[in-house]
C-alpha cells in the first residue's frame, strides 16, 4: 500500500478523523448480479424507511457536513457522495451501476454513510497526503468535470489531487483494466461505525470481486 498521512491543517481542523485504508488485489467485470441484487434490496429498504430531511442527520453524514464546514466548504452546494447516494437512492429508489468494485463501495457507502474514496492503485503516484484543497488547484471529478476544489479535504499524489469526498478524480478512476484497488473510508467523527463498514468492504471485494492480497491500515488524525 502506499503510504497515506493527513496533513498537519487538517489533523488541526478536524482532530476526531481516521482514514480505514483498504489495498487489494481485483478482477472488475462490468456488472455482478448477486450484487446488485443485494444493492436492490438496501436501496428498497432506504426509500422505505429513511425520509430526505434525515439524511444530514446520520452520525457519518452529519460529522462530514460539520468537517466541510469546518474546512471552510458548503455541504449543501458541494454534497458528499455518501449524502449525495442516499438522496438519490430515497428520491429515486435507485443509484448508478458502476461495476462490481464500485457498486461494492456504493453498497458500504449507503448502508454506513461514509463518503469513500475508490482509486486504481497504479495510478497513484507516490505517496498520498489527505489535505484541503487550494485555490484554483486543477482536479477534474468523474461525471462532474471541472470541480472548485478550494477548502474541500482532498487526496494528492505527486500529480496533485486525485480524490475528494464529493467526487474521485478521472485520472485515478476503475476501469476493467484495474488490478490493484486502493479503497479510503474518510470518519470524520462516527468512530463506532468505521470497523463494522471496514468488514463490511472486505466482505463484498472478496464475494464479489474475488479480491486478495489484501492490506488493511488505519490512519488518525491523533
Known amino acids: 500500500m502506499q503510504k497515506i498521512e493527513i496533513s498537519e491543517i487538517l489533523k488541526q481542523k478536524v482532530p476526531e ?8 488485489t481485483v478482477e472488475v467485470e462490468a456488472n455482478n448480479a448477486e450484487l446488485w441484487q443485494q444493492i436492490e434490496k438496501k436501496i428498497g429498504e432506504l426509500h422505505q424507511s429513511l425520509k430526505i430531511e434525515e439524511i444530514s442527520q446520520l ?11 469546518t474546512c471552510g466548504k458548503d455541504p449543501a452546494r458541494y454534497r458528499l457522495s455518501a449524502e449525495a447516494l442516499l438522496r438519490r437512492a430515497v428520491n429515486r429508489n435507485e443509484i448508478y451501476q458502476v461495476n462490481n468494485v464500485v457498486d461494492a463501495l456504493n453498497l458500504v457507502s449507503v448502508t454506513s454513510g461514509f463518503s469513500i474514496g475508490g482509486y486504481d492503485a497504479d495510478k497513484i503516484q507516490g505517496q498520498v497526503k489527505f ?16 470541480l472548485n476544489i478550494e477548502y474541500m479535504p482532498v487526496f494528492r499524489d505527486d500529480q496533485g489531487a486525485f480524490g475528494t469526498p464529493t467526487s474521485d478524480s478521472v485520472r485515478t478512476s476503475v476501469s476493467e483494466e484495474t488490478r490493484r484497488f486502493l479503497m479510503i473510508i474518510i470518519d470524520y467523527g462516527a468512530q463506532e461505525l468505521l470497523e463494522g463498514a471496514t468488514q463490511m468492504a472486505v466482505d463484498l471485494l472478496t464475494r464479489f470481486a474475488g479480491a ?7 490512519i488518525s488524525a491523533n
Open 17 to 24: 478523523l481516521k482514514l480505514s485504508c483498504i489495498a487489494c
Open 59 to 69: 452520525p457519518a453524514i452529519a460529522a462530514s457536513r460539520k468537517a466541510y464546514k
Open 131 to 146: 489535505g484541503i484543497g487550494e485555490k484554483d488547484e486543477p482536479y477534474t471529478g468523474i461525471g462532474r468535470g471541472e
Open 212 to 218: 486478495t492480497d489484501f492490506e488493511l491500515k488505519t
